[in-house]
């Protein structure tokens, strides 16, 4: 957001030059700081609007080459991580796209991934998918009209989820999604999704969850208490409250959805 120069580039390929990679940056910005490209490799669309998921559809509408990396302005690419991913899509070309793996501050990997390479995502993965992690055929993507649903992501009452819900669509018609234990990016900031209070998460994820399950979604919302008890995030006596929550998140989904 409101970028009038390449100087984040430069914090993001630390071990090439950015101006190697086909890059297409959608700036959500205003009419006085405007980002301009003179470089046949870089490609910039300013646009006055807010909404990550309508800023994710704007790049994959406009992109160009055969894979679509989503990407955030915040990330530093790992060494070799471009070697990675095609040999990833070389060696499996009935795929239609990847998850692969990120590190956070300390260099550790950020989350708890499968050790080994998997043909399809099971559905915990899908939840756990984050859109930095994501890589995919663009013809791919346009043979089946894929977008970001706009209202999930930042920018909007349900600021999370967008990403696994963009996953599970895409499974949903007919894509092949598979994961490969490589680690591509780092990111050094907490997600989204840990910094917004619990209360907060279980008003959003049931709305992701309804989005993504239908009518069974309370399961899931079960499921979630349970791993958050074990993780120490929340304690038994709070179930009846987290879930009112989740209840008042679906409710206002499908009243969101209805206007």
């Known amino acids: 957001m409101n970028r009038s120069n390449f100087e984040f580039l430069q914090s993001m390929f630390l071990f090439s030059g950015f101006y190697n990679f086909n890059i297409l940056i959608v700036n959500q910005t205003t ?4 980002l301009k490209s003179d470089l046949d490799t870089i490609k910039v669309i300013n646009v006055f609007e ?32 471009e070697l990675k991913v095609i040999k990833a899509f070389n ?50 993507v346009l043979n089946k009209a894929l977008l970001f649903d706009v209202d999930f992501g930042l920018g909007t009452i349900f600021n999370m989820g967008e990403e696994a819900i963009f996953v599970s669509d895409a499974i949903k018609k007919g894509l092949k999604i598979g994961f490969v234990p490589e680690e591509i990016v780092s990111h050094l900031h907490i997600s989204t999704g840990n910094r ?14 309804y989005r993504i399950f239908g009518k069974i979604y309370l399961f ?40």
Not at 31 to 34: A, H, P, S, Y
């Open 196 to 209: 917004v209070l619990l209360s907060k998460q279980y008003f959003v994820q049931s709305a992701v969850f």
């Open 220 to 259: 899931w919302i079960a499921l979630k208490f349970i791993f958050d008890v074990k993780q120490k995030k929340t304690v038994w006596f709070k179930f009846i409250k987290y879930f009112n929550q989740a209840i008042k998140g679906k409710k206002a989904y499908v009243n969101h959805t209805k206007l």
């Open 91 to 140: 060696e499996n070309v009935e795929h239609d796209g990847f998850r692969f793996q990120f590190l956070n501050g300390k260099g550790n990997l950020a989350k708890k991934y499968p050790r080994e390479f998997q043909s399809k995502l099971s559905k915990l993965q899908i939840l756990n998918t984050s859109s930095i992690e994501l890589v995919f055929k663009r013809e791919s």
């Open 31 to 34: 009419k006085d700081t405007i």
């Open 50 to 81: 807010k909404g990550l998921s309508k800023n994710r559809n704007l790049a994959l509408q406009n992109a160009t080459k055969p894979l679509i990396l989503l990407t955030d302005d915040d990330v530093v690419f790992e060494l070799n991580f």
